[in-house]
């Protein structure tokens, strides 16, 4: 919606309407946090004026009490995602962010939710500026303190580990020495290649000064491996989807590690051979991701692979329980019915390479 002419946005929303179901349609609003006052509330009117199921909104800042009440009020199931990037407000001001500071944030979660704000997601990175493992786990720290402070409400930390790639053209991919980062992959043929490695350390395009490529892989997927345990103690996820969650991350990090040794043998029949030997393993979990389901941390069971990633927003715990148990005793579960999206955004899914 970025700064769009508002008789585009009135056309579009005018498009919406005429959807057939447009009611079982979740909106992202990609871009919202770039908007002028006048541009953002002439937009809550058009949402108000469509009879979509939910709808989340980016935000950079955090949103000032009136818009956080029009944004209820134009819609009862409304998401928002802050990226605040680290618990650290110096790391997190050295990654582009740092607008706000921890004490800030938790009075305005009280306001949001007060406000009638559905949901607020709160993404934490690893792989930014003078990031070590000890300030990862500072900001696993600070995610169970407001999975505590804000226990039976939707207040969701999440982290997200930035691999396999830097972003070509972002900041740091264009100017790595100058903020600590190593980029190994700078032409689409060098990521080409570099995608055709087994091992998804390889396959990183860049490590920093503070966390190196196995580093980044191992220190992701313990932070979030402890952030469901958080979770499920908190009463956030229920134990038993989350003890499945992590049982399969536990499976992920142990093989990769085993396919990292075998891809970084440097005699390359050698290396074919080792490979071809974890063959069959390494189809096993390709096919358990691709063909049983996926699963990530906002919807940690088993759905469709190809839907997004907020078909799933409003899940509750006890929906989450109830498809772990049929899971549990060998029927699929079901992806969530009536579930269709606008708008797009990748998450850090959970990778067995």
Same mark, same amino acid.
């Given at each position: #919606?970025?700064?769009?002419?508002?008789?585009?946005?009135?056309?579009?929303?005018?498009?919406?309407?005429?959807?057939?179901?447009?009611?079982?349609?979740?909106?992202?609003?990609?871009?919202?946090?770039?908007?002028?006052?006048?541009?953002?509330?002439?937009?809550?009117?058009?949402?108000?004026?469509?009879?979509?199921?939910?709808?989340?909104?980016?935000?950079?800042?955090?949103?000032?009490?009136?818009?956080?009440?029009?944004?209820?009020?134009?819609?009862?199931?409304?998401?928002?995602?802050?990226?605040?990037?680290?618990?650290?407000?110096?790391?997190?001001?050295?990654?582009?962010?740092?607008?706000?500071?921890?004490?800030?944030?938790?009075?305005?979660?009280?306001?949001?939710?007060?406000?009638?704000?559905?949901?607020?997601?709160?993404?934490?990175?690893?792989?930014?500026?003078?990031?070590?493992?000890?300030?990862? #786990?500072?900001?696993?720290?600070?995610?169970?303190?407001?999975?505590?402070?804000?226990?039976?409400?939707?207040?969701?930390?999440?982290?997200?580990? #930035?691999?396999?790639?830097?972003?070509?053209?972002?900041?740091?991919?264009?100017?790595?020495?100058?903020?600590?980062?190593?980029?190994?992959?700078?032409?689409?043929?060098?990521?080409?290649?570099?995608?055709?490695?087994?091992?998804?350390?390889?396959?990183?395009?860049?490590?920093?000064?503070?966390?190196?490529?196995?580093?980044?892989?191992?220190?992701?997927?313990? =932070?979030?491996?402890?952030?469901?345990?958080?979770?499920?103690?908190?009463?956030?996820?229920?134990?038993?989807?989350?003890?499945?969650?992590?049982?399969?991350?536990?499976?992920?990090?142990?093989?990769? *590690?085993?396919?990292?040794?075998?891809?970084?043998?440097?005699?390359?029949?050698?290396? =074919?051979?080792?490979?071809?030997?974890?063959?069959?393993?390494?189809?096993?979990?390709?096919?358990?991701?691709?063909?049983?389901?996926? *699963?990530?941390?906002?919807?940690?069971?088993?759905?469709?692979?190809?839907?997004?990633?907020?078909?799933?927003?409003?899940?509750?715990?006890?929906?989450?329980?109830?498809?772990?148990?049929?899971?549990?005793?060998?029927?699929?579960?079901?992806?969530?019915?009536?579930?269709?999206?606008?708008?797009?955004?990748? #998450?850090?899914?959970?990778?067995?390479?």
């Amino acid at each position: #919606m970025a700064r769009k002419p508002l008789d585009e946005i009135a056309f579009e929303f005018d498009s919406m309407k005429k959807v057939e179901g447009v009611d079982q349609y979740y909106f992202y609003s990609v871009g919202s946090y770039n908007e002028n006052r006048k541009g953002m509330e002439y937009f809550l009117d058009r949402v108000a004026d469509t009879p979509l199921k939910s709808i989340s909104y980016e935000q950079y800042h955090l949103t000032p009490d009136d818009i956080l009440k029009r944004m209820a009020d134009s819609n009862r199931r409304t998401t928002i995602t802050l990226s605040p990037e680290s618990h650290d407000l110096r790391i997190s001001k050295l990654a582009g962010r740092g607008v706000y500071t921890n004490e800030e944030l938790e009075a305005w979660l009280d306001r949001a939710l007060e406000a009638g704000i559905s949901q607020i997601d709160i993404w934490y990175f690893i792989g930014m500026p003078e990031q070590d493992e000890k300030s990862v #786990m500072g900001t696993l720290e600070y995610c169970e303190r407001l999975l505590q402070r804000f226990k039976g409400k939707r207040v969701n930390p999440m982290l997200c580990p #930035m691999i396999p790639f830097l972003d070509p053209a972002s900041t740091f991919f264009e100017y790595p020495d100058k903020h600590g980062y190593t980029v190994f992959y700078r032409t689409v043929e060098e990521h080409r290649r570099g995608m055709e490695r087994a091992s998804i350390i390889n396959r990183t395009n860049y490590e920093t000064r503070w966390l190196n490529r196995k580093g980044l892989v191992e220190v992701g997927y313990t =932070a979030i491996r402890r952030l469901m345990e958080m979770k499920a103690e908190s009463g956030s996820l229920p134990h038993a989807v989350v003890e499945g969650y992590n049982d399969k991350l536990d499976d992920a990090l142990k093989f990769i *590690m085993e396919v990292h040794d075998a891809d970084c043998i440097e005699e390359r029949d050698a290396r =074919a051979r080792e490979l071809e030997g974890l063959g069959d393993e390494i189809v096993k979990r390709n096919n358990s991701v691709l063909f049983s389901g996926v *699963m990530n941390q906002a919807a940690p069971i088993n759905r469709q692979i190809g839907g997004r990633w907020f078909d799933e927003l409003g899940w509750d715990a006890a929906a989450l329980e109830a498809a772990s148990k049929i899971a549990l005793v060998g029927v699929p579960a079901q992806k969530p019915t009536g579930s269709r999206g606008v708008g797009s955004r990748s #998450m850090f899914p959970l990778q067995h390479l």
